[in-house]
T-cell receptor
Framework: GAVVSQHPSRVICKSGTSVKIECRSLDFQATTMFWYRQFPKQSLMLMATSNEGSKATYEQGVEKDKFLINHASLTLSTLTVTSAHPEDSSFYIC????????FGPGTRLTVL | GENVEQHPSTLSVQEGDSAVIKCTYSDSASNYFPWYKQELGKRPQLIIDIRSNVGEKKDQRIAVTLNKTAKHFSLHITETQPEDSAVYFCAASIALNQAGTALIFGKGTTLSVSS
């Protein structure tokens, strides 16, 4: 299957700081990427759809000013968690693919 | 919008037994149904998928069945092995306003296979 990478794999930050997470499709071009959030022992919750060259589409209840998404190229989407707070601590995972979705390895965010 | 229900939430079987996980969906427009396996701390891996024009698909010990009329689909794992232990997620596709589809996931089933 296609390869999707994500960086960093783990980040610990202080409350109030911003954190940027990168998602890359390594061997294919992705006009659309997806960002999910996963709490321990829970399912994958779709946060937003990242569209190359245009604005992201956010799911209901997800603050677009809190979770900034940029998809500047066909192989890179970034998610920036702005002014992070402890409740933002979670596992963030991206995926890419036309119909079959391939997931990145995820980023464990811990906000102190 | 699409809603995907998955049952059971946990499933324990003996090695060699079969395991069945069931999902229902609400949006009749959904036409693609993948299953993912997620081991602890790792990314979900696509293990099998089915499209709405097919009723059943097999890949070695894994099979998926789809009943489009009833809007439910199931994952069947035969001859289970300890390494099958993981969380399994079903998903259903939804069409995006722009080209492409997104996936809505069920809540997951934790499968434990004991030897």
């Amino acid at each position: 299957g296609a390869v999707v990478s994500q960086h960093p794999s783990r980040v610990i930050c202080k409350s109030g700081t911003s954190v940027k997470i990168e998602c890359r499709s390594l061997d294919f071009q992705a006009t659309t990427m997806f960002w999910y959030r996963q709490f321990p022992k829970q399912s994958l919750m779709l946060m937003a759809t990242s569209n190359e060259g245009s604005k992201a589409t956010y799911e209901q209840g997800v603050e677009k000013d809190k979770f900034l998404i940029n998809h500047a190229s066909l192989t890179l989407s970034t998610l920036t968690v702005t002014s992070a707070h402890p409740e933002d601590s979670s596992f963030y995972i991206c995926s890419a693919g036309a119909e079959k979705q391939f997931f990145g390895p995820g980023t464990r965010l811990t906000v102190l | 919008g699409e809603n995907v229900e998955q049952h059971p939430s946990t499933l324990s079987v003996q090695e060699g037994d079969s395991a069945v996980i069931k999902c229902t969906y609400s949006d009749s427009a959904s036409n693609y149904f993948p299953w993912y396996k997620q081991e602890l701390g790792k990314r979900p891996q696509l293990i099998i998928d089915i499209r709405s024009n097919v009723g059943e698909k097999k890949d070695q010990r894994i099979a998926v069945t789809l009943n489009k009329t009833a809007k439910h689909f199931s994952l069947h794992i035969t001859e289970t092995q300890p390494e099958d232990s993981a969380v399994y997620f079903c998903a259903a596709s939804i069409a995006l306003n722009q080209a492409g589809t997104a996936l809505i996931f069920g809540k997951g089933t934790t499968l434990s296979v004991s030897s």
